[in-house]
């Protein structure tokens, strides 16, 4: 089953926005992982955020992580064109070590 | 860098064909897994090893089936391909340390007719 859910499906900005995408989860994790695929490849890592980590940063990337909520957060700054693609959240749950994966969210960045 | 390779971006068989999809690995990872995606349900584990010859269950492995002989080799076998497993089809590999992230062949694409 799916545990990580992205909110929203899809999201269309203009060159130079910000793009920000949520993730929802439902059971204990040692961390969260964000990664990109695009277009017909496959998945690529972004960024890993520990369970006992609140924020981190990688060039214009940025994540939060609300284990209270149970979600989390990548913002995108100064969107480009070339950051087009589809964005995954996936937990890795305390009770084994396996990703589990959401749907994704569909950027699309216009220039 | 590591690197996943899989031996076929795209893939044409016919309903009742065994079909084998490679995943190789360069890395000496431990841990490799077969995915496959379909749009609006994400990515899903069909099934994963994590030392040769060992094999475990994901979460949809009815009509596969896998093969480790070797540390850097693990295949996706579908004894009798149907038409709902055109898919595309995602391997990927993580070390045991903790906190790893994945690292993903380029997929690929089975059509099944």
């Known amino acids: 089953s799916q545990q990580g859910e992205e909110d929203p499906q899809a999201l269309s900005i203009q060159e130079g926005e910000n793009a920000t995408m949520n993730c929802s989860y439902k059971t204990s994790i040692n961390n969260l992982q964000w990664y990109r695929q695009n277009s017909g490849r496959g998945l690529v890592h972004l960024i890993l955020i520990r369970s006992n980590e609140r924020e981190k940063h990688s060039g214009r990337l940025r994540v939060t992580l609300d284990t209270s909520k149970k979600s989390s957060s990548l913002l995108i700054t100064a969107s480009r064109a070339a950051d087009t693609a589809s964005y995954f959240c996936?937990?890795?749950?305390?009770?084994?070590?396996?990703?589990?994966f959401g749907e994704g969210t569909q950027l699309t960045v216009n220039p | 860098d590591v690197k996943v390779t899989q031996s076929s971006r795209y893939l044409v068989k016919r309903t009742g064909e065994k079909v084998f999809l490679e995943c190789v690995q360069d890395m000496d990872h431990e841990n490799m897994f077969w995915y496959r995606q379909d749009p609006g349900l994400g990515l899903r584990l069909i099934y994963f090893?994590?030392?040769?010859?060992?094999?475990e269950k994901g979460d949809i492995p009815e009509g596969y089936s896998v093969s480790r002989e070797k540390k850097e080799r693990f295949s996706l076998i579908l004894e009798s391909a149907s038409t709902n497993q055109t898919s595309m089809y995602l391997c990927a590999t993580v070390p045991w340390a903790e906190n790893s992230p994945l690292h993903f062949g380029n997929g690929t694409r089975l059509t099944v007719t």
């Open positions: 090893s994590y030392d040769v010859k060992m094999k």
């Open positions: 996936a937990t890795e749950e305390t009770s084994g070590s396996r990703l589990t």
